[in-house]
């Protein structure tokens, strides 16, 4: 009877027919001890190379990475292969749920008959209310046009139909909830892209201003396409954009640059006061983003107003990455931060200062403290964040974008150039907001023909950054997917770092409309802090919540301090008993941090007058300008 090859031996043969070269000797056909005892010696780790490990002989790799970058190009760095196995999940689960087709069936035919019924009630009585409002958020259907025949009906079917596709989209069993979120998402933006709104012969406010001008604003809409066409495909930011340049209409605070390593210039205000508090603020924005959204128009920005508040301030401005960049990693942002830090101490000696903290350059601060609570650094006199998330199980509407098929995506895309575009980090942001961002400027500028105001936040939006390949890949799979931070995992300085070795007093800023941070996940501070945290939750996005400069009408904030020994709250009882006031939260965050600070200094020098950290140009210095 012929002898059976051991499963050992044939991987090693297939290896050999794969690799042309033997596998490594295991020791089975030696005189060893083991295999004279006739026992199963446990293989050396790594002993043979499986055909799956064997060398890319045919960059089979590369064809794939290739492929998808291209591929990326087209659908702006959304990858269509998690989105396919999303619906294919939600589509099998679907089909085995009769009970949910039944209930979907049913549903469909109660709405056919609530339209019907208000088209009979229109007929008599063209003021009959409709029989479906639009969602507070949406502001597509106000014109007075939408309220007559047969536009009503039109609107109306089309909100009723939004409806069904959420029914159908949620509560299935066997679906993940996120997965759910997902196929609700996107079936939204499909039906955004066929709303009754967008169209000149179903959007009666377009249809009665194309009849009034004689087409006169379709074919301006049209250069204005044209226009935006042409300084997309060139490299320039949109139409407007050149009345809000730094130095001159924007970011025009005085000031030096200080410091200038490979990813970050440090800026130094020139103080305007007498007298300056004994503590400097160093802050830190997103490197997503330019730092001047802190520095926008003199009459909103949050810098003049803490430099007149006698503080001073230091300012992180990040470098616009190329594809040289493409190797810089997480590690080397925060050696470039705790460069930063140096060159305050340096300038600033013997003195602590408050740590800021803006988005990512939040999460960035608070990993970075934790390492120096852990190391015994004691440089930090406080920590604010501004809509800063430090726990990421629940990252609101950007989890949609942000899985393993996703990274992996994206992960080719920036292999190919090298790092990831500010239009293609744009486009999902403005997927979240499409109505507004996308198709409310599609109706406004190129049907209408009427081209909206630019204003200082609004250019500044359109002045983003670029992030290199290894960073933004480490930071989606350790800090997003993989939530080290919250769990302990991260690790700086070959340890990790835990949030709640924070000792400092801590401010943390978030807003009601974050579709970016949302405030109950920024909340989550509370659950990973060992520390005194004031949380203040203000109206207002992302951004507007942010620049809320005292004298802005509608701002209203809540502010409550949890006690380092105090029991935990939920977001929602923490909304029922926070202090309610009204105003730019501004000043509480500037009467926080006078608590906190010594007594008034005499003014630093701007720099410390030789290198590395002399006064090296005026602000806003060279790297935000960069494109």
Same mark, same amino acid.
């Given at each position: 009877? =012929?002898e059976? @090859?051991?499963?050992?031996?044939?991987?090693?043969?297939? $290896?050999?027919?794969?690799t042309?070269?033997?596998?490594?000797?295991?020791?089975e056909?030696?005189?060893?001890?083991?295999?004279?005892?006739g026992?199963?010696?446990?293989? =050396?780790?790594?002993?043979?190379?499986?055909?799956?490990?064997?060398?890319?002989?045919?960059s089979? @790799?590369?064809?794939?990475?290739?492929?998808?970058?291209?591929?990326a190009?087209?659908?702006?760095?959304?990858?269509?292969?998690?989105?396919?196995?999303?619906?294919?999940t939600?589509?099998?689960?679907?089909?085995?749920?009769?009970?949910?087709?039944?209930?979907?069936?049913? @549903?469909?035919?109660?709405?056919?008959?609530?339209?019907?019924?208000?088209?009979?009630?229109?007929?008599?009585?063209? &003021?009959?209310?409709p029989c479906? !409002?639009?969602?507070p958020?949406?502001?597509?259907?106000?014109?007075? #046009?939408?309220?007559?025949? /047969?536009?009503?009906?039109?609107?109306?079917?089309?909100?009723l139909?939004?409806?069904?596709w959420?029914?159908a989209?949620?509560?299935i069993?066997?679906?993940?909830?996120r997965?759910?979120?997902v196929?609700?998402f996107?079936?939204?933006?499909?039906?955004?892209m066929?709303?009754? +709104?967008?169209?000149?012969?179903?959007?009666?406010?377009? $249809?009665?201003?194309?009849?009034?001008?004689?087409g006169?604003?379709?074919?301006?809409?049209?250069?204005?396409?044209?226009?935006?066409?042409?300084?997309?495909?060139?490299?320039?930011?949109?139409?407007?954009t050149?009345?809000?340049?730094?130095?001159?209409?924007?970011?025009?605070?005085?000031g030096?640059?200080?410091?200038?390593?490979?990813?970050?210039?440090?800026?130094?205000?020139?103080?305007?006061?007498?007298?300056?508090k004994a503590e400097?603020?160093?802050?830190v924005?997103?490197?997503?983003?330019?730092?001047?959204?802190?520095?926008?128009?003199?009459?909103?920005?949050?810098?003049?107003?803490?430099?007149?508040q006698?503080?001073?301030?230091?300012?992180?401005?990040?470098r616009?990455?190329?594809?040289?960049?493409?190797d810089?990693?997480?590690?080397?942002?925060?050696?470039a931060?705790?460069?930063?830090?140096?060159a305050?101490?340096a300038?600033? =000696?013997?003195?602590?200062?408050?740590?800021?903290?803006y988005?990512?350059? #939040?999460?960035?601060?608070? $990993?970075?403290?934790?390492?120096?609570?852990?190391d015994?650094?004691?440089?930090?006199?406080?920590l604010?964040?501004?809509?800063?998330?430090?726990?990421?199980?629940?990252?609101?509407?950007?989890?949609l974008?942000?899985?393993?098929s996703?990274?992996?995506?994206?992960?080719?895309?920036?292999? !190919?150039?090298?790092?990831? !575009?500010?239009?293609?980090?744009?486009?999902?942001?403005?997927?979240?907001?499409?109505?507004?961002?996308?198709?409310s400027?599609?109706?406004?500028?190129?049907?209408?023909?009427?081209?909206?105001?630019?204003?200082?936040?609004?250019?500044? &939006?359109?002045?983003?950054?670029?992030?290199?390949?290894?960073?933004? +890949?480490?930071y989606?799979?350790?800090?997003?997917?993989?939530?080290?931070?919250?769990?302990?995992?991260?690790r700086?300085?070959?340890?990790?770092?835990?949030?709640r070795?924070?000792?400092?007093?801590?401010?943390?800023?978030?807003?009601?409309s974050?579709?970016?941070?949302?405030?109950?996940?920024?909340?989550?501070?509370?659950?990973?802090?060992d520390? /005194?945290?004031?949380?203040?939750?203000?109206?207002?996005?992302?951004?507007?919540?942010?620049?809320?400069?005292?004298?802005?009408k509608?701002?209203e904030?809540?502010?409550r301090?949890?006690?380092?020994?105090?029991?935990?709250?939920?977001?929602?009882?923490?909304?029922?008993?926070?202090?309610?006031?009204e105003?730019?939260?501004? /000043?509480?965050?500037?009467?926080?941090?006078?608590?906190?600070?010594?007594?008034?200094?005499?003014?630093?020098?701007?720099?410390?007058?030789?290198? /590395?950290?002399q006064?090296?140009?005026?602000?806003?210095?060279s790297?935000v300008?960069?494109?």
């Open positions: 009877m =012929p059976t @090859k051991s499963e050992t031996e044939y991987i090693k043969s297939e $290896a050999i027919e794969e042309g070269r033997d596998a490594p000797d295991t020791g056909a030696s005189g060893s001890k083991e295999a004279d005892s026992l199963d010696a446990e293989p =050396p780790e790594l002993v043979y190379t499986s055909p799956i490990e064997a060398p890319d002989r045919y089979t @790799k590369s064809l794939d990475r290739a492929a998808n970058a291209h591929l190009r087209f659908t702006l760095g959304v990858s269509p292969y998690g989105l396919s196995s999303v619906f294919y939600w589509w099998a689960h679907l089909l085995g749920s009769p009970g949910k087709q039944v209930q979907l069936m049913e @549903k469909a035919a109660r709405k056919a008959m609530r339209l019907g019924i208000y088209a009979g009630e229109v007929a008599r009585d063209p &003021n009959a209310p479906i !409002d639009p969602l958020h949406d502001h597509r259907f106000e014109h007075e #046009g939408w309220t007559r025949w /047969p536009h009503n009906l039109i609107y109306q079917s089309f909100l139909t939004q409806q069904w959420y029914n989209a949620c509560d069993d066997g679906v993940r909830e997965d759910e979120r196929v609700s996107i079936s939204r933006q499909m039906l955004d066929m709303s009754p +709104s967008n169209f000149v012969a179903t959007n009666p406010e377009v $249809a009665q201003t194309t009849l009034r001008e004689g006169t604003n379709l074919l301006r809409g049209y250069q204005n396409f044209l226009e935006d066409w042409e300084r997309a495909i060139s490299g320039k930011l949109p139409v407007g050149e009345d809000y340049l730094p130095g001159r209409d924007v970011a025009t605070t005085p030096k640059v200080v410091f200038r390593n490979r990813l970050l210039e440090l800026i130094q205000y020139t103080p305007t006061t007498k007298a300056v400097p603020i160093l802050i924005p997103a490197w997503i983003m330019k730092y001047y959204i802190l520095d926008l128009s003199p009459d909103n920005s949050l810098v003049k107003h803490l430099v007149e006698g503080f001073t301030v230091f300012m992180v401005s990040w616009n990455p190329t594809a040289e960049d493409r810089k990693g997480m590690d080397d942002y925060f050696e931060v705790a460069e930063a830090m140096g305050v101490s300038i600033v =000696p013997d003195r602590k200062f408050h740590g800021v903290g988005c990512l350059g #939040g999460t960035l601060m608070a $990993a970075k403290a934790a390492q120096m609570a852990r015994g650094d004691d440089r930090l006199a406080t604010t964040f501004f809509a800063t998330q430090t726990d990421f199980e629940e990252p609101g509407e950007l989890q974008f942000v899985s393993e996703e990274v992996a995506f994206l992960e080719n895309m920036m292999w !190919d150039q090298g790092y990831l !575009d500010t239009k293609q980090m744009a486009g999902a942001f403005q997927l979240l907001r499409s109505a507004d961002l996308i198709w400027r599609y109706i406004h500028e190129y049907l209408m023909g009427r081209r909206q105001g630019m204003f200082d936040l609004m250019a500044w &939006n359109a002045d983003a950054t670029r992030m290199p390949f290894k960073m933004h +890949s480490e989606l799979r350790k800090i997003f997917l993989g939530n080290e931070l919250a769990e302990g995992k991260y700086l300085g070959g340890k990790p770092v835990l949030v070795d924070i000792d400092v007093p801590i401010f943390c800023v978030s807003t009601t974050d579709h970016v941070a949302p405030w109950q996940s920024v909340y989550k501070l509370h659950l990973l802090a520390t /005194p945290v004031t949380f203040v939750l203000t109206n207002g996005g992302h951004n507007a919540g942010i620049v809320s400069e005292p004298g802005h509608g701002r904030f809540q502010i301090t949890t006690g380092e020994n105090e029991p935990y709250m939920s977001p929602e009882a923490w909304q029922a008993s926070a202090e309610r006031q105003g730019s939260w501004w /000043p509480a965050w500037v009467e926080w941090l006078d608590q906190r600070s010594g007594k008034a200094v005499k003014p630093p020098k701007l720099g410390t007058g030789k290198a /590395p950290f006064a090296i140009e005026n602000a806003p210095g790297y300008f960069q494109r």
